[in-house]
């Protein structure tokens, strides 16, 4: 087809064309992926005119985790949290930058079907220096009955029962990437015409891959598995035919998506100090675990499937092994020997 004549879908029109295959679906879903897009190219604007306008840098208060709360944070959480609420599909939200979940209750919110938790603004420690940052999102079908506020237990669900999740990457282009039970597409935003068009349909995670992404700061806190893994990756051998390239940005969004296209493993381990690492389970890691599974790959927390483990507290954190198929069942075997060896010591 000359390029005059091709048919470039936007967002909304791929999310309609998508319903209309579902005579019996209400469209909600859709609508609240609009309402995510949206909030999204506001945050874009701003973050593209960081350093113009007094947007940069810290807030000065710390977060429920103790982090310091940049602007960009809070402006992105307020964008998020203000589009859905005067949406008409989500009945609540948490968010990373908040201590609790936030429950609309208004007649139309109560009605809802959904509730979404988001990272509004992950990679925060990028803002400032003008690296690729993103937003996480996952969505769940609440399990209170509808025309009644939400409760904890529609957050605290495993991340299996996401009915859909996705991000946002605000770099070198904006790309919005979501994903359903029914695969991966990824949508790149356009400026001339302010709206995300579908440029990556049905992404795959290629079973293999040569890029391992870590942060080797932390090398010697790991446990053995994960430093034989990282030895394998730097090595030569039959299997594998390394050495792997290490990529980390330290902006997971811009690192996942990285090794989503082209192959690869991220790896956030736990540490002698954080035995349960940096990332959190709702807002981080499950998402991407419903993406890239659902592109073909694997995540795990070294012991079971991220999207297997029961949530118990809205800002718990995992380790977090993510990527391509193939270098997954080699960091877990790597993981396994270890284990077995010093169990046998013990
Ligand atoms: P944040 O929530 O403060 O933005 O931290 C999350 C980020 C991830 O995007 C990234 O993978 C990780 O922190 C990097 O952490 P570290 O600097 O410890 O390697």
Redesign the pocket.
Known sequence: MSPINRQVLTLDEFTIQSLRQFPQATGELSTLLRDIGLASKRVNVEVNKAGLVDILGDTGTMNVQG?EVKKLDVFANNQFTGVLQRGVSCAGIAS?EMDEFVSFDDDVSRNSKYICMY?PL????NIDVNVSIGTIFGIYRRVSDRGTPVTREDFLQKGKHQVAAGYIVYGSSTMLVYATRRGVNGFTLDPSIGEFCLSHPDLKCPDAGNIYSV?HGNYYQYEEGVKKYITLCQNKNKTNGGPYTQRYI????S?VHRNLIKGGIFM?PGTIEKPKG??RLLY?CNPFAFIVEAAGGKATNGVQPILEIQPTELHQRTPFFIGSKTMMEEMESCLASERTEEKIKA
């Open positions: 982090e990373e990272d992950d990679g925060s420690g942060n330290g902006s997971m969004v690192d956030y940096k990332l981080e």
